[in-house]
C-alpha cells in the first residue's frame, strides 16, 4: 500500500483511483462495506483502490482541548487498511487551509485537481467543507461538473443497532470489547511501541511490555485476556496473554497505560512495536493491601486468561 499525504503533488502513477473518503477510525463494518464497495467500483473501471482520510482528525483540529476520543492511531488504521487490500492511502493534512475550503472548492481542489479521483464512495451521512456545508449529494452534483463519479453507500446496522464509531466507544468504555469487536468486524487493537517502564513486572514474575495511550479513547480500566501481535518486517509473531489498562492504583498517581504480560515469551520488546486485541474483561482495577497479594490475583489473571483464550 502506497501513501500519499500532499494532495498538491500526486504521483502520476497515483492518479485516477477509486477512493472512499472518511475518517476510518475504528475501521468497523460500516466502513468496511464502503471499502468493499469501493474496490468492487476499482475492478469495474480498471482504476486503484483508495482511502482518502485525514490526519490529525477533523475533530482534533477543531476541539483540540476535548477528550481524547480516537480508536485508533494513523499507523494502526494504515496497518487495517492494507490488510482490507487498499492499495493507495491518501492520509491528507487537515489544517486551516484545508478546513476554510468550501465544499466545492474541497471537490475540485482537493478530489479532482490534486488526487485526480475518478469515482468517490462516500457514507450516506458524510459531509464536507467549511462548516460541513456540503452533503453526499451535493459531491455528486460537483462530480458530474468535474468528471469524477460518486457513490453514496447506505449506513449499515447489525442487530437493529448503526454501526458506529460512538456506539463502539460506548461498548469499550462499559468494559464489553465483545460487543464493540462484533461491530468493528475485528478484535479492538491497541498499537503502539513498546517503551520503559519501572519493570515492577520483570521483579514480580509477570515481565510486561509497556505501551502508552495518548490521544486514544480509553476502554474501562481494568484487566483483559488479550491476544498480541509483535509487528516486524517478517511479519507479526502471535501471543496469548493478559494486560492491565489503567493507573496503576497500587503504586501512586499515574498516567493511563497498558501493560502487557505474552504468555511464553522471552525475549527483549523494548522498542518494538505491539498490537494488543483485547478479548476479554476479566476484572476493574484495583489496589491490594500488599505486593503478596497483587502477585496472587495476577496469577488468577493469567490462568483465567489462558482458559478463555483457548476456547
Not at 477510525?25 to 464502503?34: E, I, M, P
Not at 493507495?88 to 471537490?107: C, H, P, T, V, Y
Not at 460537483?142 to 443497532?161: D, H, N, R, S, Y
Not at 498490537?275 to 496469577?299: D, H, I, T, W
Request: no cysteine; net charge neutral; charged share 20%.
Amino acid at each position: 500500500m502506497r501513501i500519499i499525504r500532499d494532495y498538491q503533488f500526486t504521483p502520476e502513477a497515483d492518479r485516477g483511483a477509486a477512493a472512499a473518503i472518511g475518517n476510518f477510525d475504528g475501521v468497523h463494518l460500516g466502513h468496511q462495506a464502503v471499502i468493499s464497495l469501493t474496490a468492487k467500483t476499482a475492478r469495474s473501471i480498471g482504476a486503484p483502490n483508495g482511502i482518502v482520510t485525514f490526519e490529525p482528525h477533523p475533530r482534533e483540529h477543531f476541539t483540540p482541548e476535548a477528550p481524547t476520543f480516537r480508536l485508533m492511531n494513523a499507523a494502526a488504521r494504515a496497518n487495517r487498511l492494507k490488510k482490507l487490500g487498499v492499495s493507495r492511502l491518501f492520509e491528507i493534512s487537515f489544517n486551516a487551509a484545508l478546513a476554510g475550503l468550501s465544499a466545492q472548492d474541497f471537490a475540485r481542489q482537493v478530489l479532482s485537481q490534486g488526487l485526480g479521483l475518478r469515482h468517490v464512495v462516500v457514507g450516506q451521512d458524510f459531509r464536507f467543507g467549511a462548516g460541513r456545508e456540503g452533503t453526499a449529494e451535493a459531491l455528486t452534483g460537483f462530480g458530474a461538473e468535474l468528471g469524477f463519479g460518486v457513490t453514496i453507500a447506505p449506513l449499515l446496522a447489525t442487530g437493529g443497532v448503526e454501526v458506529s464509531s460512538t456506539r463502539i466507544r460506548e461498548a469499550l468504555s462499559a468494559g464489553r470489547p465483545e460487543d464493540a469487536a462484533q461491530m468493528l468486524g475485528h478484535l479492538h487493537r491497541i498499537e503502539g511501541e513498546v517503551i520503559r517502564g519501572d519493570q515492577r513486572g520483570r521483579e514480580l514474575g509477570y515481565p510486561t511490555a509497556n505501551m502508552g495511550l495518548t490521544g486514544l479513547h480509553l476502554p474501562k480500566f481494568g484487566v483483559y485476556a488479550v491476544r498480541v501481535e509483535v509487528l516486524g518486517n517478517g511479519g507479526p509473531e502471535q501471543f496469548d496473554g493478559v494486560a492491565s489498562l489503567g493507573v496503576r492504583p497500587m503504586f501512586g498517581e499515574n498516567d493511563a497505560n497498558l501493560e502487557t504480560h505474552l504468555f511464553d515469551f522471552e525475549g527483549d520488546l523494548y522498542g518494538k512495536t505491539l498490537s494488543v486485541a483485547l478479548v476479554a474483561y476479566l476484572r476493574p482495577e484495583q489496589k491490594f493491601e500488599n505486593v503478596s497479594a497483587l502477585v496472587a490475583q495476577m496469577g488468577t489473571d493469567s490462568a483465567k486468561a489462558r482458559e478463555i483464550l483457548a476456547a
